[in-house]
């Protein structure tokens, strides 16, 4: 064993980040290089999966495995790098747009198999890349570049979409308390199983800096004594984006993983044989 001791440094890439000024995407960069400096993660032994967005250049800016892929991809391809080799850490990054809009119909077969990989969303509730267009959760009535006269849609809750869909790790943290959302990230990357991270992002370039500062002032974390485990009151807790975000881990219960599960399978295939594929149509038979 390694007696070597990774730091943030070591986890830094050469390349500089481009992000506009004041983008909450710093804030969640810096905070995974400290959660990956807590965990002490060999940078080799992780591989870190994107989709297409300002956030998913991340993988560029952390010096590890990376695979910067195509709009709404990312659980896919997280779950076959997961699967391919299984000692592997696997992070999947992307933003509101990517990952609850043409990516949103991977998000509840990721949860429900219950991936041990972590996915982490950082939302600004807007189309930053392509320009300032309303995105899944943009927030009814706010005007955007493509809702001039106010959106007419109503947004994506991200949290309760998770917990709907049976993730065994759900939680939110706020890109400006980068303390508080390295520890929620370190957890989240500890957890054996599917865990989603929700990243209060900004977007001062489309959103003004008014969205940090009502974010900052409108946002709690979950009590002290809060117990994540359970569905119900995690539930209603969601649902108070109108009063202000929640912040913190609203759901941790631990489950077998599908790499268990796999593996549990293949040990019972051992045992008992593969069936021969006459067997296999006979069980299908009237």
Not at 45 to 69: E, K, M
Not at 86 to 91: A, D
Not at 128 to 149: E, H, R
Not at 242 to 258: A, D, Q, S, W
Request: proline share 7%.
């Amino acid at each position: 064993m390694s007696d070597q001791k990774y730091t943030i440094k070591d986890y830094r890439s050469d390349l500089k980040p481009i992000w506009c000024p004041g983008c909450g995407d710093f804030g969640v960069l810096n905070s995974l290089y400290q959660a990956l400096s807590q965990l002490q993660i060999p940078p080799h032994n992780l591989a870190l999966i994107s989709g297409i967005g300002c956030s998913s250049r991340l993988p560029g800016y952390v010096q590890t495995y990376g695979f910067n892929s195509v709009h709404g991809r990312v659980l896919p391809i997280a779950t076959g790098a997961k699967m391919a080799n299984t000692s592997v850490t696997v992070i999947g990054v992307g933003g509101d747009g990517d990952g609850f809009s043409i990516g949103s119909g991977h998000n509840p077969h990721a949860a429900r198999k219950n991936i041990d990989m972590t996915y982490i969303v950082m939302n600004n509730s807007i189309y930053g890349l392509t320009k300032g267009q309303a995105s899944p959760t943009t927030p009814f009535g706010d005007i955007t570049k493509t809702t001039v006269y106010g959106n007419a849609e109503s947004p994506i809750n991200p949290i309760r979409m998770m917990l709907s869909y049976n993730a065994s790790f759900v939680a939110r943290v706020f890109s400006g308390h980068p303390k508080e959302t390295a520890g929620i990230f370190a957890k989240a990357i500890a957890h054996k199983g599917f865990a989603f991270v929700e990243a209060l992002s900004p977007c001062p370039t489309w959103r003004g800096r008014e969205q940090f500062t009502y974010i900052k002032e409108n946002s709690s974390y979950l009590e002290s004594d809060y117990e994540p485990n359970d569905l119900v009151k995690a539930w209603e807790l969601a649902d108070e984006v109108e009063h202000g975000h929640k912040l913190g881990i609203f759901y941790n219960v631990p489950r077998m993983t599908y790499t268990e599960a796999v593996e549990s399978i293949q040990e019972k295939s051992k045992v008992s044989g593969v069936p021969e594929p006459m067997d296999l149509l006979n069980m299908f038979a009237p």
